[in-house]
């Protein structure tokens, strides 16, 4: 079956003036098949966030190609665009920015819904009711305004209002960063629960691994706006095989203090270089523990060393 979304070598470079580029997303290419959840993962400034807006087209790619449903969506207009900005919806970091203070509950999740002419009066009525229903709140809600609501109840909101035209793909950037953490295990219980009932496809950004462990398929790991590492979430946790991805999974405390006890803490040194001054070869060569001479030399490309499993790096 043809993958839902395929992102081919996509670039995302901004002119940020004094003949200066800032080359938020290098490398970037992704396949993802219909029905999944792929996990984006990488420190802040990394370029996630960038390649999220650049797949749901609210910039335009500086060069390569995303195509959903098997049609590039840089060359969508009239129809074929409404239709795309309908099947890709977008949830946000911060439930507490993205939702509109002066509009009540119900009126935000049901925005989708009136610019799309979908439904009104009993209708629409009716729809915001079964998706406050589906996120998890109740019908009292929908006449009230979004600071009455915690965290983890506005993260809801936002879901119900990329629910609510019934989309195919949902990005969410960061969706639970935001929140305690108490809260995240429940919305992403919330993420997997609407993924079965409503057969949708994820790309699911998060800044750390921990977070995206129990609701990834697959991952793909980000550094200074590259592809660094993708394979599925069992794989890598299992057998990471680049340098970075290893210092991240080092960072994540186990529960046995015997384990973690004899584990060895990788501590990278250094500072993430700056995406306008990016090092010349590896883009991790910098702060790598195991680089050598030739990393210096060239840029590695993103290869499939075994089976569903692709790294950027000239030790494979
Ligand atoms: Fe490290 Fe070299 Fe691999 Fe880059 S290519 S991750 S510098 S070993
Ligand atoms: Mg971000």
């Not at 429940?186 to 691994?209: C, E, M, P, R, S």
């Not at 270089?273 to 030739?294: D, H, I, Q, V, Y």
């Amino acid at each position: 079956e043809q993958p839902i979304l395929q992102v081919r070598d996509m670039k995302k470079h901004f002119n940020v003036g004094g003949g200066r580029i800032l080359k938020a997303v290098d490398s970037f290419s992704i396949d993802i098949a219909r029905g999944e959840t792929f996990g984006l993962v990488g420190e802040s400034g990394c370029g996630k966030s960038t390649a999220g807006r650049t797949i749901i087209r609210l910039y335009n790619a500086t060069s390569g190609q995303v195509l959903f449903n098997g049609e590039d969506i840089h060359k969508l207009s009239g129809k074929k665009l409404k239709q795309f900005n309908r099947n890709m919806q977008m949830v946000y970091q911060d439930p507490y920015a993205s939702l509109n203070p002066r509009m009540t509950v119900g009126n935000i999740i049901a925005e989708g819904i009136d610019i799309h002419g979908l439904y009104t009066g009993a209708k629409r009525r009716a729809r915001v009711m079964q998706l406050l229903s589906d996120v998890g709140l109740n019908e009292e809600h929908a006449n009230r305004f979004p600071h009455e609501f915690s965290g983890g109840q506005r993260q809801r909101i936002g879901i119900a209002r990329a629910l609510a035209i019934e989309p195919q793909f949902i990005i969410a950037d960061e969706p639970i960063s935001a929140l305690d953490v108490s809260v995240q295990a429940q919305v992403v219980n919330l993420f997997k629960k609407l993924q079965k009932d409503h057969g949708l496809t994820y790309l699911f950004i998060a800044h750390d691994l921990a977070m995206v462990k129990h609701i990834s398929d697959r991952i793909g790991v980000m550094y200074l706006g590259n592809l660094v590492e993708v394979t599925s979430s069992q794989d890598l946790y299992a057998k990471p095989l680049h340098p970075y991805t290893e210092s991240l999974l080092s960072a994540i405390p186990i529960p046995d203090p015997e384990i973690e006890r004899r584990r060895e803490r990788i501590i990278l040194e250094g500072e993430v270089p700056s995406p306008l001054n990016p090092p010349s070869g590896c883009p991790f060569r910098t702060r790598c523990p195991k680089a050598m001479p030739e990393c210096a030399a060239a840029k590695p490309v993103l290869k499939e060393v075994e089976p569903g499993h692709h790294v950027a790096c000239h030790l494979y």
